[in-house]
């Protein structure tokens, strides 16, 4: 199962960063349910169900190590969202909340671009036991990360402070 998701942030000099994100699901999840028959007289049917899965999550990250090319970081992240099996009637949408902690290693290809990725834990803090055994776990990241104020320092010089090389 993969999350997909972007994330956006202000950091401040460099060690502590902070902003928001959303995430969805990238790759489909089924669940097995049993169900009523139609007008089956109390008789069972079970069905494979797709999860409907989005949260927003807000992070604060202390880096540790910055330099030219490099970066380490400690993100933690807090969610909010809602689990959904939309073709289980009667299942209604339920809240989730979610903690996720890893170290996270960046490095800059040009000043502006670098890739990034990270490990840590996802762990489900109040909310759905359908899906728990699946979402609490050791979770891998990778991406491609802009770091936007090495552009904003090229387009407006002096406003926003010098230039990195």
Known sequence: MSIFGVKMGLDFDKKIRTGF??????????????????????????????????????????????????????????????????????FVRQPLFLGQFLVRVDYKILPFI?????????????GNTVIQERFNAPIYTFGIKLWLDWVAKKVFPGTFGPLEP
């Open 21 to 90: 994100g959303v995430y969805f699901l990238s790759t489909p999840f089924y669940r097995s349910f049993q169900v009523e028959q139609p007008g089956g007289g109390g008789s069972l049917d079970t069905i494979q169900a797709k999860l409907g899965f989005t949260y927003f999550s807000y992070f604060l990250e202390y880096v540790f190590l910055h330099s030219k090319r490099w970066e380490i970081g400690i993100p933690t992240y807090l969610g909010i969202g809602e689990v959904n099996f939309p073709d289980v009637p009667g």
């Open 114 to 126: 670098g890739l990034s990725g990270g490990l840590g834990y996802r762990q489900i803090l109040l």
